[in-house]
């Protein structure tokens, strides 16, 4: 099993900037694509950027030099640097990734954390 665990969500005044955490853990045999999403009340879920393995990134067309999404592969672990924040980042912020499985071995396997609440204020 593998879970995906999220921290940094928070208040913050518009301008101002967060850093979202998520950590993998349990037993895999690797970490592929790592992502965050956010979603608004009543909306669908939307990419707010994306990292390969090897540090390929892609981000959102609202978000695009804001934020900044980077990861640690020996802590299994992706950030969200967020700066520059306004009122219409404020969502739940999701942590995704693409996980090669150890229990059935070798399969990709995609998997969410449980969100994180980030609330700008104007």
């Known amino acids: 099993q593998v879970q995906l665990v999220e921290s940094g969500g928070g208040l913050v005044q518009a301008g101002g900037s967060l850093r979202l955490s998520c950590a993998a853990s349990?037993?895999?045999?690797?970490?592929?694509?790592m992502g965050w999403y956010r979603q608004l009340p009543g909306k669908q879920r939307e990419l707010v950027a994306s990292i390969t393995r090897d540090s390929s990134t892609n981000y959102g067309d609202s978000v695009k030099g804001r934020f900044t999404i980077s990861r640690d592969n020996a802590k299994n672990t992706v950030y969200l640097q967020m700066n520059s924040l306004k009122p219409e980042d404020t969502a739940v912020y999701y942590c995704?990734?693409?996980?090669?499985?150890?229990?059935?071995?070798?399969?990709?396997?995609?998997?969410w954390g449980q969100g994180t609440q980030v609330t700008v204020s104007s």
């Open positions: 349990g037993r895999f045999l690797s970490i592929n694509t």
């Open positions: 995704n990734a693409d996980v090669t499985t150890y229990m059935p071995w070798g399969e990709t396997r995609n998997y």
